[in-house]
């Protein structure tokens, strides 16, 4: 929930999909994901990127758990 869309590009993430993880973020309650699961929910995003990234990625305010 800290990542900008620069460090989603830093990982592998296309530029335009990592503005759409952000606006997503934008739009939620509290402006945060409550599950990484919620990054499948963002249009165009790899379903093999998640994957692959998953343990890089975190819900508790850091970018790894």
């Keep these: ?5 620069k460090d989603f590009v830093a990982i592998g993430l296309d530029q335009d999909i990592a503005k759409r993880v952000i606006e997503k973020r934008k739009s939620l309650p509290e402006q945060r994901f409550s599950s990484v699961d919620q990054l499948s929910e963002v249009e165009g995003l790899p379903a093999n990127w998640l994957k692959e990234n998953r343990a890089l990625l975190g ?3 850091s970018v790894a758990e």
Aim: glycine share 12%.
């Design 1 to 5: 929930n800290r990542m900008e869309a």
């Design 59 to 61: 819900v508790s305010g």
